[in-house]
């Protein structure tokens, strides 16, 4: 469906064609079909990079009533960084519409005039509660975006005492939840606050994005994901590229070295202060940088212009956060990559996420790169044992060895061993996975 289609306000159309909306993708379409004439507690679920932003911001400011000058619709967002480009994108749309005001509430913001739609982070609101300068009043529409990453226990506490203290009922109040990631337990517990509750969603599963390429890179000798990081960046071609890091020391060791070798880099990580984070949060929506080194702060919600590539240093624990890494690329209908470091510590990470993504593997050579074909021509090493890892470490301590003559091979045959027969175990446990398999299927 295209936007000239869509029954709703003329401003609203000029705001899309100005800038360059053409065409709904297909969450936007199912959701404003059913979020558009009559509010509903609805959970929009779509795969990242798909458009849910817009999928509710058009039914909500289609239903802003401009003439009463009092708040309508709040935005609750889990980061900072999110509610300054949701911010933004609310404003790109409303601007066309002079009556309709949009704020974005922090800790240094007091309205002194009253907005139609309010964006901010639960612990904000909280304060704000505190202070009691908002009138609630007239509040209609709640929106959770990223709505996942507000989940826990203390949730349903904090959403059960905001609204006593709006002094507002909870069934007249519309609320939407997105997310690009759910379990059954959240939907549930969404339930119990929204009911009856609208499942919107397009997606048969999560790992839904074919424009993206998943690539291993490796080395066939073993060795430390960073020395690996500091081979494969001089050879890889990138516009903009996200380095993520699990750990805060990796992300700022990470960004050190990029400095060092004089790349055009950025850092984002939790600990940074907040007015250090909106500047650099700027200058890179304005394209200012070619490389971000960043911890998984980025990873949810953010859109970045033309990210070209992902390069996962270590993986995440749970397979949603590479879910939510790897959409920062290939959005809007554009092409990406997403690369994984190979070390032991992501073998198994690797594995798991094979069910849900076809790997390509990327050798490592003097020469530069090389491109494998399929996962047999993947010659990492077997993950040894903590048993095994204490073998070798005896035998390079071994000062006997080193008298006798011809110690190196020795020492090298000793550590081939202990090698082989770790490979031995591990094709072992593969060949019998695949026997029973087949035993099934018989």
Known sequence: MFYDDLPIKFWLKTALKKNNFLQLTPIQEAAFKTLNFRPFNAIIFSPTGSGKTLSYLLPVLNNIDDKLQQLQCLVILPTHELTWQTYENFKKIAQFNTNIKIGLLTKQNIFNKPNHVLISTLA??????????????????????????????????????????????????????????LTV????????????????????????????????????????????????IPLLETYFCIIFANKKEDVEKIYQWLVKI?????????????????????????????????????????????VSDVISYDLPQENLWYLHRCGRTARNRNF?????????????????????????????????????????????????????????????????????????????????????????????RKYQKITKRIKNEI
């Open 124 to 181: 904000t609101i909280k304060n704000e509660l505190k202070a009691s300068t908002i009138n609630w009043k007239y509040l209609k529409i709640i929106v959770f975006d990223e709505a996942d990453m507000l989940f826990d226990s203390t949730f349903i506490t904090d959403i059960n005492n905001i609204f006593a203290k709006m002094q507002l009922s909870q069934k007249k109040i519309k609320k939407i939840f997105l997310s690009a990631s």
């Open 185 to 232: 337990d959240q939907i549930n517990f969404y339930k119990k606050i929204a009911h009856p509750l609208k499942f919107i969603h397009t997606a048969k599963r999560l790992f839904t994005n074919d424009r993206i390429k998943h690539i291993v890179v490796y080395k066939k000798n073993d060795q430390h994901q960073f020395q690996i990081l500091k081979e494969f």
């Open 262 to 306: 004089r790349r055009n880099v950025a850092i984002l990580h939790n600990e940074l202060n907040q007015s250090f984070r909106k500047q650099i949060f700027h200058k890179l929506k304005n394209n200012e940088y070619k490389y971000l080194v960043c911890s998984d702060l980025m990873a949810r919600g953010i859109d970045l212009p033309n």
């Open 336 to 428: 990406g990559r997403s690369f994984a470091i190979y070390c032991r510590e992501n073998q198994k990470k690797i594995d798991k996420l094979s069910k849900h993504v076809k790997w390509n593997y990327w050798l490592l050579e003097q020469k530069g790169i090389k491109k494998m074909n399929d996962e047999n021509n993947f010659k990492y090493q077997i993950p040894l044992t903590d048993k095994q890892q204490k073998e070798i470490r005896k035998i390079y301590n071994n000062k006997s060895l080193r008298i006798k003559p011809g110690y190196k091979k020795k020492i090298r045959e000793k550590i081939f061993r202990i090698r082989q027969k770790s490979k031995r175990k591990y094709l072992d």
